[in-house]
């Protein structure tokens, strides 16, 4: 009997389905449908979490191509970003360089997993024929009033010379330098996200087919409220300024204010500053530490006391303080401070000996605030104190809307509506990245690039041997002409934020060569993404950035109406986790050692014979060693193996772990698949009665799989082709029964193990590849059962069960009951006190 070879069979079908071109997207007269996972960074080699993202996505569009689908499957990478800057500075080389060959090398790995990917539609972000379109984009967006200049506060590395994102702020530190973060003001390029915070905001209600938790996140993070807008006017007026404004979500609380809090970059703080050494040297200290609410909150809180006083509406002067806790970005970058309500604000008030001043207690407690602000959810009903408005019982919501009322009909503030979303700050100090285009002239000030002088090349005779932007001091790029006035200029050396890239490749996908950023026609066509899938740690930017883009590429021209939500679905998939294993050196550090490195059975490392500790399974991390080469597992047992276990261990949505012994058990699994084919190929056994009960069998199978598939649900589908295999061995039915049903066993497997599935599928005597042979359709006939199986329970304790017709009557029920071996032992010749019948549920028999 021939043995399963996946070594031999995998590379013969991927030749055969390249050879007829198998996978190339067409627009055609069918029905078309675009699954896409989210592109991959190319870091060097591909992961087992890769092989579990690409494989669900494969799945979808296999299934959807067998179910007479036009399918658009396509692949490109990520390719802008530091971590190949940081490759150039420690190994002398040149990002470009870095990249490009991570990406062979990568794309070399994903090959050999039989994606049904349109390999022809491949691109880098950081290929010149993408980005100079995204150029054209900016230019397009610039004069459409969506990107402009403005100041910001930016993460400042003064060694590294650039902005730093958020994340890379770590304990005030820079991730690289390690050089104390400065919050700085330069001027940047920002896309007026927060324009279309409203848009945006309504638009999660229609994605149905989203996570709920994915649309609360973005929901979270536009941040609607409405609040009270207001000015306290100061005690006397101070180089210009008479008063300052606030934006308050809690006005609320008015009544427990006792301070006024401004930013060290606030109108007010800087005239000050003019006058204030001390100032200056606070501002600038304070400026030493992460812009993030995050980094906000956990550092101490200081300020610096300014000896002004705003006049309180309610009574009383609020002294002014300049804070390291208040940003200009956030609303007005000034606040008041209700200790009693804020813990923030607390903490300061505590530390610089502040009132502190209750304006609501719980309804069923009198207690006050001593270090621990009370801060109830707004939904809450409490009892207030001396409220603005007059509240003495209220939920802090109805305070808050009454105390608005309130205070505009006293001519204090207005209501406003705002949002927690800022605009979306898109300039980068670094090469690698895509060129804003424009120029800086002396006489036109900032002028657009024509778009017949894009793409903006980024040089390739660069150097990382100094800290900064390699395009600042580049001795020829940076030079230029106007191309308003023709005289010379110099080109911006910012880059763009890598989530531009990210941000509408969706979109070029639909037509990857095309000479303008989208073929309307073929974006028309494609879009939307019919299936999206990718990691939740994407919940928020990214998605929320490609919603705008599709927003925008509208308003520019670019992308058909009703592509403004570009993902119909999208599935967040959970992660591939490994055991971690470990020993210590003689100074009792871990020391990690990869899986192949360990034997189990004695949990030694094979090569010393040293006890190892095994941690539980975590996500996969190469500090960790508890990685698994997927294609370590594709030499050992194939690619279907691999694509099997990552779909049949657990729901995709959760955590799957990767075992070796679950690994050989799958590819046990399958080479039995192919024993079962070789058997049935060779069989003539004639029909007979058991071909009906396969006929069912096969119907429930086909229902069970495709709702599993439907639904995101391919543990399922694997569990029932699990059952299903076991049923066809088992079976006694006829040859050409057998043929059928394994024919139908290839087509269920097809999306999952596509290699095997294609070999069955010509064994079995399949026309063409199974790929392109139409999705099986459950006869409804053959699901409906005729035959019910009723449990007995012999005094209350369930001790047997019979199957009866759907129909049957009572008294045959009872007839067939009295026989069941069970009920005989149990009555010992005598006659049941009650015998129960409950029609389609349960016997009871009371002895």
Known sequence: MSRYDAAATEPKWQAAWDKADLFLARRTDQPKYYVLEMFPYPSGRIHIGHVRNYTMGDVIARYKMSCGFSVLHPMGWDAFGMPAENAAMASGGHPKDWTYDNISVMRGQMKPLGLSIDWTREFATCDPEYYGQQQALFLDMLEAGLVYRKPAIVNWDPVDMTVLANEQVIDGKGWRSGAEVERKELTQWAFAISDMAEELLDGLKGLDDWPEKVRLMQENWIGKSRGLQMTFALSAPVGGHDGIEIYTTRPDTLRGASFIAIAPEHPLAKALAEEDADLVAFATDVRKGGTTEEALEKAEKRGYDTGLTVENPLGGTLPVWVANFVLMDYGTGAIFGCPAHDQRDLDFARKYDLPVTDTFVALDDDARVTNTAFTPPKTDRVRWIDQPAGLTEATGQEAIDATIDWAEAKGLGTGKVQYRLRDWGLSRQRYWGCPIPVV?????????????????????????????????????????????????????????????????????????????????????????????????????????????????????????????????????????????????????????????????????????????????????????????????????????????????????????????????????????????????????????????????????????????????????????????????????????????????????????????????????????????????????????????????????????????????????????????????????????KKLIVVPGRIVNVVV
């Open 440 to 832: 800086h002239c002396d006489d036109c000030g900032v002028v657009p690039e024509a778009k017949e002088n894009l793409p903006v090349r980024l040089p390739d005779d660069v150097t990382f041997d100094v800290p900064g932007n390699p395009l600042d001091r580049h001795p020829t790029w940076r030079e230029c002409a106007c191309p308003k006035c023709g005289k010379p200029a110099r080109r911006e050396t910012d880059t763009m934020d890598t989530f531009v890239d990210s941000s509408w490749y969706f979109a070029r996908f639909t037509a990857p060569r095309a000479e303008t950023p989208t073929d309307v026609d073929d974006a028309a066509y494609w879009m939307n993404v019919d299936q999206y899938i990718g990691g939740v740690e994407h919940a928020i930017l990214h998605l929320l950035y490609s919603r705008f883009f599709a927003r925008a590429m509208q308003k520019t021209g670019h992308l058909p109406q009703g592509t403004e939500e570009p993902f119909d679905a999208l599935f967040t998939q959970g992660m591939v986790t490994h055991a971690i294993y470990s020993t210590k050196d003689d100074k009792g550090r871990d020391v990690y050692h990869l899986p192949e490195d360990v034997d189990l059975d004695t949990k030694t490392l094979r090569a010393t014979g040293e006890p190892i500790t095994v941690t539980p399974p975590v996500k996969m991390s190469k500090s960790k060693k508890n990685v698994v080469d997927p294609m370590d597992i594709i030499a050992t047992y194939g690619a279907d193996t691999a694509r099997w276990f990552v779909l049949s261990d657990s729901p995709p949505e959760r955590d799957v772990e990767w075992t070796a012994s679950g690994a050989e058990a799958t590819a046990k699994h399958l080479a039995r698949v192919h024993r079962l084919a070789t058997d049935i190929e060779r069989a003539d056994r004639a029909a007979n009665a058991a071909d009906a009960d396969l006929a069912k069998a096969t119907a429930r199978a086909i229902q069970e799989v495709t709702d599993g598939i439907e639904g995101f649900a391919f543990n399922k589908s694997v569990a029932k082709l699990y059952e299903f295999t076991n049923t066809l061995h088992k079976s006694d039915a006829g040859a050409e029964a057998r043929r059928d049903a394994m024919k139908v066993l290839a087509q269920l497997m097809a999306p999952m193990t596509p290699h095997l599935a294609e070999e069955v599928w010509s064994m079995m005597g399949g026309e063409g590849f199974v790929v392109n042979a139409a999705w099986p359709k459950a006869d409804e006939a053959l699901l409906v059962e005729d035959t019910i199986t009723l449990p007995i329970q012999i005094n209350g304790k369930k001790k047997s069960e019979i199957e009866v017709a759907k129909d049957a009557p009572k008294p045959e029920i009872e007839a067939l009951v009295m026989q069941d071996a069970q009920v005989v032992k149990a009555l010992d010749g005598g006659q049941p």
